[in-house]
């Protein structure tokens, strides 16, 4: 299988915040941008693998910043790392200015999707090839979120999470 690069895979979705999606506050509510963000992630990790797949986890979410009624939201989703079966994702997400039209970064996250066959076995991924040198730091720390996440999940060992316990011992 060839290898790709995150340029491959890049994904960006624009879209409104319109009233029935909103809290409350007439801000943004939290599990529509959670689907943004879950369906840019797939089509990212669609476009690396050209597979079908599915979310395994979501190992990071941060609200940083609301984001009110009206907006004109930009979620961008990129595969920061391919292992076997699975893929790592990032995701940033933009609210536009309305008067200047320059975007703030207003929330982020990273989903881990795995590719399956028509029955829903896991099955292997191209490789990534990061080429940035953003590209390249969320590569190399992909590993310790993947043992992060499967320790969290129970399914991996702490003892086996090698390079994530490096990180507190260094
Ligand atoms: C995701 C799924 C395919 C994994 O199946 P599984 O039997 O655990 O398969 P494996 O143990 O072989 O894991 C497959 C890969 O996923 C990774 N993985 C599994 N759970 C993970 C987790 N919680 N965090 C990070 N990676 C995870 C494994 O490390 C493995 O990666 P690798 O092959 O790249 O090394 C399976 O759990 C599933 O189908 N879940 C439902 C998915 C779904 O419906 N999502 C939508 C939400 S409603």
Do not use: C
């Amino acid at each position: 299988m060839q290898a790709k690069t995150p340029k491959d895979s890049r994904t960006i979705l624009t879209d409104l915040v319109l009233p029935s999606e909103t809290n409350p506050l007439n801000n943004l509510f939290g599990g529509e941008l959670l689907a943004r963000m879950d369906r840019a992630a797939s089509i990212a990790a669609r476009r690396h693998s050209r597979r079908i797949v599915v979310t395994a986890s979501v190992n990071h979410v941060a609200f940083n910043k609301a984001i009110p009624l009206g907006s004109v939201v930009t979620v961008e989703a990129v595969v920061s790392r391919a292992f076997k079966t699975s893929m790592e994702i990032f995701i940033d997400v933009w609210v536009e200015d309305r008067e200047s039209g320059m975007k703030s970064k207003a929330n982020e996250a990273i989903y881990t999707f795995v590719a399956v066959d028509e029955t829903g076995i896991p099955v292997a991924v191209p490789a990534l090839e990061p080429e940035t040198k953003l590209e390249k730091d969320r590569f190399i720390a992909a590993l310790r979120r993947k043992q992060l996440s499967l320790v969290l999940a129970g399914k991996m060992k702490p003892k086996d999470a090698t390079e994530l316990k490096a990180l507190f011992l260094d």
